[in-house]
């Protein structure tokens, strides 16, 4: 099977074409698929644009127990990876991982062995959360359609005390036809094989994201948007 090829002149919403993941499916089918994302997280340096931005907050200054929320956590392997990253540094932080879908949530919890991450399932806008230092997300941002991404950023900007980072992919021809035929190439999950490539026609440029933070109240001086390669696109703000 070739891969599929998507106009990348504009950003696709969500509600043009589904992600398998975003359907009705088994646990099975939905572990296997989170699994396979995490692996590609390790393998292409996923972590690090979210890693370097907490570095660059020098936490262990402010004198206090940091709590992140991270939305969309999925698999878990976000917060994983910052429980150790914290640990190693002597920085105390209260991590939660929030996602809309149980079945996400009761994978996450799974997933982890001995952990101290607090693990819910509801929507950001409706859940009852201790209010948060900071909020991240990692590869969530795209599964929203523009006009939920900028209310997305509105609640971050109110409610995160110190700052919010958002870690997604860049919207780029190149990244999403390697992504299609190396997913094939390494028998990832099918769901992952399916909507690598519509990740990436649903993903970011630069001048998608000013718009989008224009539209939710923010000023181009107040947040940073950043390439990483490979083919990560981030935002942040961190509050002064």
């Not at 919010?164 to 299609?180: E, H, T, V, Y």
Request: aromatic fraction near 8%; charge should be positive.
């Amino acid at each position: 099977m070739r891969p599929r090829s998507f106009n990348l002149s504009r950003r696709k919403q969500p509600e043009e074409q589904a992600e398998l993941m975003d359907e009705p499916s088994s646990r099975e089918d939905l572990r296997g698929s989170l699994s396979d994302l995490a692996r590609l997280n390790r393998w292409f340096l996923g972590y690090r644009p979210t890693l370097h931005w907490l570095q660059g907050l020098h936490l262990h200054q402010l004198g206090e127990r940091m709590h992140i929320l991270d939305v969309g956590c999925g698999y878990g392997d976000m917060l994983r990876r910052i429980e150790r990253w914290a640990s190693r540094r002597g920085i105390a932080v209260e991590l939660t991982g929030l996602d809309i879908n149980p079945e996400c949530v009761a994978i996450a919890s799974q997933a982890g062995g001995s952990s101290s991450i607090r693990w819910m399932a509801g929507s950001v806008f409706d859940c009852r959360i201790s209010p948060p230092h900071l909020v991240i997300s990692s590869l969530f941002a795209h599964h929203l359609p523009d006009a939920e991404l900028v209310r997305f950023l509105r609640w971050m900007e109110e409610n995160a005390a110190v700052g919010w980072f958002i870690n997604d992919l860049s919207r780029a021809r190149i990244p999403s036809c390697l992504l299609g035929r190396f997913a094939r190439a390494a028998r990832l999950h099918p769901f992952v094989q399916h909507d690598g490539p519509l990740s990436f026609a649903r993903a970011f440029r630069p001048e998608d994201w000013r718009r989008l933070c224009a539209a939710a109240g923010l000023a181009t001086r107040q947040i940073e948007i950043r390439a990483w390669k490979p083919a990560r696109l981030c935002v942040g703000r961190s509050k002064p």
